[in-house]
């Protein structure tokens, strides 16, 4: 037993569960957060046994591919309380600032915000300004990347006008390259003779919006870190948000993504009542499923925009067929049925301001069900904005998304200004109230006395599709990591004991096997898959994607003094992998372990038993089929 304990201190060892490339980003938060990790040593000290399992034939599922525009297609109606389950992601605040420096760092960055025609000190270009000049102050070096057009600023359309506009905002020299359409990134002289360089623009290279894998390795091969700060663009799956991230050894949100997330979380969560959403824009049919869940949370939906006529059809009323949108009556029926069963109201308006095509200023009010032939909604009516004052008077919480607005219409009449009013008012009652969408925040922001009050997310497509219930592809590739922060206190009954971590760790059968056999030890598992199959199994090139080197070196550095790396796979050309990357990559702290006490070996060297006297479910599987295991031992040596 006091072998078997020897051969604990410090155990990490590979396994035949499947999960995500991601898996190998959440070990390698250990190697980004060191210097974090080092200003708590005196918890960590209590782990001077960290031990981990990496058991070894995988099927890995690359993140990418979990973004694919299949899965994105589907969506689904919100459970009550899932919107609160966001994933961790590591931010620039909580990166150790030592560690940027003399470090590249990618900045994918937000034209829209940097670029615009005039700047303003709104929050957003205040943090998206930061996030630069802060990895400035660090001593990085920095990259800048983005894709811009001339509807963001006809001025600007060459690199060069960009990184002369880009010097202007944020005071410092940044010089432009056109590196990758040289693909002469890998050399990046221009690096160090500039304090920040600016790539060309990225619309311009169809690896972008295809998110190419060998395109965003090459944008990527010279980079450290990546900072993601283009928050608009994390409802889309391009090479420069999604695709980089595999290729860095730390990812981490800028502050602008950071300051935009927490704007995201405030309008998702449902935490006072009663709670009412406005809802403008059309195109029901696409956005029904976010609006269900609007209507599964919320107490009372206001329509305000070209979704409204549909509601009005479906509860039978008469609605011109121009007005009508195709399609979309079984999905508006849905939506009023689950109101209904929730006994909540719906408020579309009853009268409408209304124009024609030959006289756009020649304005009359008609009836919701008396529109005549030839005339165009363009507001709501007073009456209806009369019914929505009354809804909203007791309300603790307001979600208004998208324009009040309707087709054709070149101006909004009252119906904005109105609302807006309606709303400063609420304000001083302390009712929370969350604004998404260009217009609608232009609306506020022209019209409020009290804008700092409101919350206020401009990119109303990221909120739309995060309501729909479909993760954020952007987001979910900074998806590195756990909290700096963790409470081993409250985790384990015995800190203080050794660590065993078991990487890949399946349904946990074998760590809760192990527990029972050492109550001395503390286990934890590590698992990021979802319960589907990888049909790419048998290709090498995913079998070996998950092992890549800063893993290796995060083990290296983290595992206690001889302690052991298992390798286990029932495939010998993964083994053979894995053995050559941890001798490779293990910065000449890992060796081979001929003799592992009394397990023998094969004349190639590989251990005929498993030395922890406990087999997880696949090698369990494997071994009774007769086939064979692949395993090897490591240590890492006392030695400084």
Known sequence: MAQFLNLLQGTLSPSNSNFYNCLTNALMFLQHKSCSYNRKRDKLQKYQGIQFFLRGSWKVIDHVEKFSPQAQGKAYVHDAGELDAFPHIQTLKGFPKEELFAKVVMVRFDSAILLQKELDLKSQVTSAVSTIKYLFEAGAKIILLSDWSMKINSKLLVVESVADFLSSVLQLKVAPSRCISNRSLSKMEELEKADILLLENLSEFKGELANCSKFAEQLASVVYIFVNDSFSNSHKILASTVGVPRFCSACVAGFHFEESLCQLKMAAQINKKPCIAIIGGGNLFDKASAVRYLASRCDGLVFV????????????????????????????????????????????????????????????????????????????????????????????????????????????????????????????????????????????????????????????????????????????????????????????????????????????????????????????????????????????????????????????????????????????????????????????????????????????????????????????????????????????????
Not at 363 to 386: Q, R
Not at 433 to 459: D, L, P, R, W
Not at 612 to 627: I, L, M, N, P
């Open 305 to 640: 925009g070209m979704m409204a006529f549909q509601i009005m059809h479906a509860l039978g009323l008469h609605v011109p067929l121009n007005l009508l949108e195709g399609g979309a009556l079984k999905e508006a029926s849905n939506i009023v049925q689950l109101a209904q069963n929730r006994k909540i109201p719906i408020l579309y308006p009853k009268d409408f301001w209304c124009t024609t095509n030959d006289f756009p200023k020649q304005m009359e009010i008609f009836p919701a069900y008396g529109i005549l032939d030839g005339w165009i909604p363009v507001d709501p009516g007073p009456k209806a904005l009369d019914e929505i004052n009354s809804l909203l008077a007791d309300c603790k919480k307001i979600i208004w998304i998208g324009p009040v607005k309707f087709r054709l219409a070149s101006q909004n009449i009252y119906g904005a200004s109105k609302l807006v009013s309606m709303l400063d008012r609420l304000t001083q009652s302390n009712c929370e109230i969350t604004v998404i969408g260009n217009m609608a925040c232009k609306g506020v922001m022209k019209e409020s006395s009290f804008v700092s009050v409101y919350n206020m997310v401009e990119n109303a497509s990221v909120v739309w599709e995060f309501l729909k219930g479909r993760k954020l592809p952007g987001l979910m590739a900074l998806d590195r990591a756990y909290p700096v922060e963790i409470d081993w206190n409250a985790a384990y009954t015995h800190p203080s004991q050794p660590l065993v971590v078991d990487i890949g760790s399946g349904n946990g059968l074998f760590l809760l096997a192990m527990a029972k056999r050492r109550e001395d030890l503390n286990f934890l598992g590590l698992e990021i898959n979802e319960k589907c199959p990888n049909p790419d199994f048998n290709k090498p090139e995913h079998r070996w994607r998950m092992l890549q080197r800063s893993l290796v070196e995060a083990v290296a550095d983290l595992l206690a003094s001889d302690g052991k790396v298992f390798l286990q796979s029932d495939i010998e050309a993964v083994a053979v992998r894995m053995k050559e990357h941890f001798l490779k990559y293990g910065k000449g702290k890992l060796s081979v372990v001929h003799n592992e006490d009394s397990t023998e070996t094969d004349r190639k060297g590989w251990l005929k038993e498993n030395p922890f006297g406990v087999r997880s479910d696949w090698e369990q599987h494997v071994v009774d089929r007769g086939a064979p295991m692949y395993r090897l031992m490591l240590s890492k040596s006392t030695r400084p």
